[in-house]
């Protein structure tokens, strides 16, 4: 039996592809790259990633944090960023050439992805597909079954390990023939077309954006703390506050024994400082700003102190 090591974007069309490939005897072993910024859900709790996988029959699951070498593309991509601070082409690389070095520890036969022909106009068009593929050095390893019969053969198809007859042509942003699929082949509840990258969106992308341009601290702590509350860059600081109860909770567990940690000694935020030293006043008052607790006690004549954790 053939092996494939498919990169599991936890959409649609990754789902499709392995499914698809499953049904061609092909035995899936689904790969989920993870950085704060995509699939980082997994990395509180792996195990969801783990019975999705039991749920569709597939080989096994693995899930690999890529954060650090992620983090060194995305402060400066080769091929530049999409409308926020995507770099959808070096990612691909980056992934491509991971995938890469477990086909050869898992000794699987080829890599596959969900991929489709002009889905996605910065990474999914075939100069920007073949460029990736010879960047990664994995050309002619990588099948997509969704829209094969649009490309070039490649080594499984040539080897016959997979009937390229048996494999689809589906091509651009409609997602009509998808969701076809998705309900004809049983699938109840239909994920989003993709799993999603924070970079795209415009409130993180911008903020990046701004990190990257300011040159501030851009590390595995700092890239979590990215896509958590709410941020204030002033001079040399950089303070983030937590929105919730959860991202107070969140943002405590990064930054202990790393950063200082501030809240007042009524229900308010906790304030984390990135960078910098800014007065206790200052992180007060921006504490206070998020606390109808805290503003009660200054109506009432109280005192609201300010706490280090």
């Known amino acids: 039996m053939a092996k494939t090591i498919l990169l599991f974007s936890d959409g649609l069309d990754s789902l499709l592809a392995g499914i698809l490939l499953k049904k061609l005897n ?89 991929e489709v022909i002009g889905q996605r106009p910065m990474s999914q068009n075939k100069n920007a597909l073949e460029l990736i593929e010879k960047k990664a050095g994995v050309k002619g390893l990588v099948l997509r079954p969704l829209c094969a019969k649009l490309l070039a053969p490649t080594e499984p198809e040539i080897k016959g390990l997979v009937k390229r007859e048996k494999l689809m042509d589906i091509r651009g942003r409609k997602r009509t023939t998808q969701l076809e699929l998705a309900r004809k082949w049983g699938i109840k509840n239909i994920p989003t077309p993709s799993g999603g990258c924070l970079l795209n969106d415009p409130q993180i992308g911008t903020r990046v954006l701004k990190i990257l341009k300011d040159k501030r601290l851009l590390n595995y702590d700092t890239a979590q703390f990215l896509i958590l509350g709410r941020h204030y860059f002033e001079d040399d600081w950089w303070i983030v506050l937590g929105r919730n109860q959860e991202e107070n909770q969140k943002i405590e567990k990064i930054a202990k024994n790393k950063f200082p940690i501030f809240t007042l000694n009524v229900p308010a935020p906790t304030a984390v400082i990135v960078e910098g030293d800014p007065p206790e006043d200052f992180i007060k008052s921006l504490l206070i700003k998020y606390s109808k607790k805290a503003k009660q006690k200054l109506q009432q004549g109280e005192k609201v102190k300010c706490i280090k954790l």
Request: contains cysteine; positive net charge.
């Open 26 to 114: 092909i035995e899936i072993i689904a790969v989920k790259f993870i950085t704060p910024f995509f699939g980082w859900k997994y990395k509180e709790n792996p195990e969801s990633f783990y019975k999705k996988i039991k749920d569709l029959n597939f080989k096994k699951g693995i899930i690999e944090d890529i954060t650090e070498d992620f983090l060194k593309i995305l402060k400066k991509p080769e091929y530049g960023y999409g409308d926020y601070a995507n770099p959808c082409i070096d990612c691909k690389i980056l992934m491509f050439k991971k995938a890469r070095e477990l086909m050869e520890k898992l000794r699987v036969d080829f890599i596959a992805t969900g």
